[in-house]
C-alpha cells in the first residue's frame, strides 16, 4: 500500500550545506526529499526507547550523588 506524501516543510539552510546535500545526493541517484526522508527516519529509528531512557535517568541521577563509576576504573578495551 502506497504511503501518501501530504505533507511540506520548508528547510532553510546555509548555502555550503545545501551545495554539499546536493553533491551527495547526486553520488547516491537519490533526490533531495527522498534524502531528507531518509535522514529523519534513521534518527527516529536510533532513538531510545522508554527503557533505554529510564537506564540514562537512572544514571544521571547516581551520577549527581557522586555514586557513578569512576572514569579511571573503567577497563579500557
Known amino acids: 500500500m502506497p504511503v501518501m506524501m501530504n505533507k511540506e516543510l ?5 548555502s555550503s550545506l545545501y551545495e554539499e546535500t546536493v ?3 547526486k553520488k547516491r541517484y537519490m533526490s533531495m526529499s527522498s534524502f531528507i526522508r531518509e535522514l ?6 536510533s532513538a531510545l526507547t522508554p527503557a533505554e531512557e529510564k537506564i540514562v535517568a537512572e544514571g544521571e541521577r547516581l551520577y549527581l550523588k557522586k555514586k557513578g563509576t569512576n572514569w579511571r576504573k573503567v577497563k579500557r578495551g
Do not use: D, H, W
Open 40 to 45: 529523519i527516519v534513521e534518527q527516529i529509528e
Open 10 to 14: 520548508l528547510i532553510r539552510m546555509p
Open 23 to 25: 553533491k551527495l545526493c
